[in-house]
């Protein structure tokens, strides 16, 4: 799993969103996700969001993402 995958994967399931991922040993991200979607939502709903468009990934290629999530202001 790399950063662009990543990135890729959650653009695909949040259309709306500016996405910034980050990180390079293969195994642990940072990703700054901000979508209208989020708009309402609690970190948590907002954070669920995220982890559902990236489906199977945790399992195993995946080991670490730490999220900051908004909605544009």
């Given at each position: 799993?790399?950063?662009?995958?990543?990135?890729?994967l959650?653009?695909?399931?949040?259309?709306?969103?500016?996405?910034?991922?980050?990180?390079?040993d293969?195994?642990?991200?940072?990703?700054?996700?901000?979508?209208?979607s989020?708009?309402?939502?609690?970190?948590?709903?907002?954070?669920?969001?995220?982890?559902?468009?990236?489906?199977?990934?945790?399992?195993?290629?995946?080991?670490?993402?730490?999220?900051?999530?908004?909605?544009p202001?």
């Amino acid at each position: 799993m790399n950063a662009l995958k990543i990135k890729e994967l959650i653009e695909a399931g949040l259309p709306d969103a500016a996405v910034q991922v980050l990180g390079d040993d293969g195994q642990h991200f940072d990703a700054i996700v901000e979508s209208p979607s989020f708009k309402g939502k609690t970190l948590i709903s907002q954070h669920k969001m995220v982890y559902a468009t990236l489906g199977d990934s945790f399992e195993g290629a995946l080991h670490a993402l730490s999220l900051k999530t908004s909605a544009p202001r």
